[in-house]
């Protein structure tokens, strides 16, 4: 019981709230419009959960990521969004690794479960949206010969996602706004999927989900980073 109370005191009361009300909102429209994918469910449970962790610097969330990318990269197989498969098995997980092992290799002042914020130069900038372009332009061409469905927002939302995990590994914190607009991409994208088939709808919803947790670490991040350069 000790073990769970510290746990809860963990996160904030906004944190327990955002957490809670994206929990409920997932599993109500699961309950709606699905009720059969349970791997879907679990994945968006799990996804929150990992974003959670990410709004306070904690590397328990890029764990979480790692796993929820193979959930999620198995859900896109099948409805034939290789893009979202690709993206998430190809770069998103393997990102998440390295995230995971330079979240580790720079705790804040000794402390494991926060990361400590970092700035990258305006190079650094340029050279990410250049790798982004090339990632991009590679990734079109790729998926067009799997016949990727809605190829468009398919191939916008590998660049979201490449300057979105980019950011993770050089510990910005905008790697969460980057994550946020990936968000609205996906909505997009499973919401055209649920023209076709409605339990899909639990899916765009998901990432709605996903949206106000990522606006919320971005937040958080903001304030960690100005907190931890005051020190």
């Given at each position: 019981?000790?073990?769970?109370?510290?746990?809860?005191?963990?996160?904030?009361?906004?944190?327990?709230?955002?957490?809670?009300?994206?929990?409920?909102?997932?599993?109500?429209?699961?309950?709606?419009?699905?009720?059969?994918?349970?791997?879907?469910?679990?994945?968006?449970?799990?996804?929150?959960?990992?974003?959670?962790?990410?709004?306070?610097?904690?590397?328990?969330?890029?764990?979480?990521?790692?796993?929820?990318?193979?959930?999620?990269?198995?859900?896109?197989?099948?409805?034939?969004?290789y893009g979202e498969m690709i993206t998430y098995l190809g770069m998103t997980m393997p990102m998440a690794v390295f995230a995971l092992v330079s979240w580790l290799k720079h705790p804040y002042k000794g402390k494991k479960s926060e990361v400590e914020t970092n700035r990258i130069s305006k190079a650094e900038t340029v050279f990410m949206l250049l790798l982004a372009v090339i990632i991009t332009v590679?990734?079109?061409?790729?998926?067009?010969?799997?016949?990727?469905?809605?190829?468009?927002?398919?191939?916008?939302?590998?660049?979201?996602?490449?300057?979105?995990?980019?950011?993770?590994?050089?510990?910005?914190?905008?790697?969460?706004?980057?994550?946020?607009?990936?968000?609205?991409?996906?909505?997009?994208?499973?919401?055209?999927?649920?023209?076709?088939?409605?339990?899909?709808?639990?899916?765009?919803?998901?990432?709605?989900?996903?949206?106000?947790?990522?606006?919320?670490?971005?937040?958080?991040?903001?304030?960690?980073?100005?907190?931890?350069?005051?020190?």
């Open positions: 019981m000790k073990t769970i109370n510290k746990s809860l005191a963990y996160f904030s009361k906004a944190e327990k709230l955002i957490w809670g009300f994206s929990a409920v909102l997932i599993t109500a429209s699961f309950c709606i419009f699905d009720k059969s994918n349970y791997l879907t469910l679990f994945a968006s449970l799990l996804g929150i959960t990992s974003i959670i962790f990410n709004a306070k610097g904690n590397p328990a969330g890029q764990v979480l990521m790692i796993i929820f990318s193979l959930l999620y990269g198995y859900i896109s197989f099948g409805f034939s969004y590679i990734f079109f061409f790729l998926l067009r010969v799997f016949h990727t469905a809605n190829i468009y927002p398919s191939t916008l939302s590998v660049t979201t996602s490449f300057i979105a995990v980019y950011l993770t590994f050089r510990r910005n914190p905008y790697f969460s706004a980057a994550y946020a607009a990936n968000d609205v991409v996906l909505i997009a994208l499973w919401t055209l999927a649920s023209v076709e088939n409605s339990k899909y709808i639990s899916v765009s919803i998901c990432f709605f989900a996903f949206l106000i947790n990522d606006i919320y670490g971005f937040i958080s991040w903001k304030k960690m980073e100005k907190r931890q350069n005051s020190n």
